[in-house]
């Protein structure tokens, strides 16, 4: 899985927010923090529940370009883990979609907006001092 892995104490699980996704799919705080940094950078983002946890999108045309925040999986129940702690493994990825119709009219190259999304997210991540990069498990 592409992305980048995170341990930060600055993002919490808000009581109920994965009624919005699935049960123990988080990151609700990460993606509006992300929302903000990405504001600053000119672009329109807005975030949206997902059942995989949350969406930042960073724009819509001429594809949609978008940041997905969650949580690693959780073994056990969640009110055992302390969602500030260095159990919690947060997960960024950028993802482009194309839709059907614009697919059908031809090729559209989307690898410079994932790379330039990409670079911003890796160098917002990199730069405020309360995250650390993490491996996957």
């Known amino acids: 899985m592409d ?7 600055l993002f919490k699980i808000e009581p109920g927010e994965d009624d919005q ?6 990151g609700k705080q990460l ?7 990405f504001c600053n950078l000119g672009y329109e983002a807005e975030v949206v529940p997902e059942d995989w946890g949350w ?14 925040c969650g949580n690693m999986d959780i073994e056990e129940d969640i009110s055992e883990v302390d969602p500030t702690s260095d159990e919690m493994i947060w997960h960024c990825f950028v993802t482009a979609e194309v839709s ?26 990199e730069a405020e001092p309360g995250i650390r ?3 996957a498990s």
């Open 3 to 9: 992305g980048f892995w995170l341990k930060s104490d």
């Open 21 to 26: 996704t699935n049960p123990q799919r988080y």
């Open 31 to 37: 993606a509006n923090w992300l929302k903000d940094k």
């Open 55 to 68: 969406c930042v999108i960073c724009s819509r045309k001429p594809y949609m370009l978008w940041v997905g």
């Open 100 to 125: 059907f119709i614009k697919k059908l009219l031809g090729r559209i190259d989307t690898s410079e907006g994932v790379n330039k999304l990409t670079n911003e997210l890796l160098h917002i991540l």
């Open 133 to 135: 990069l993490a491996e």
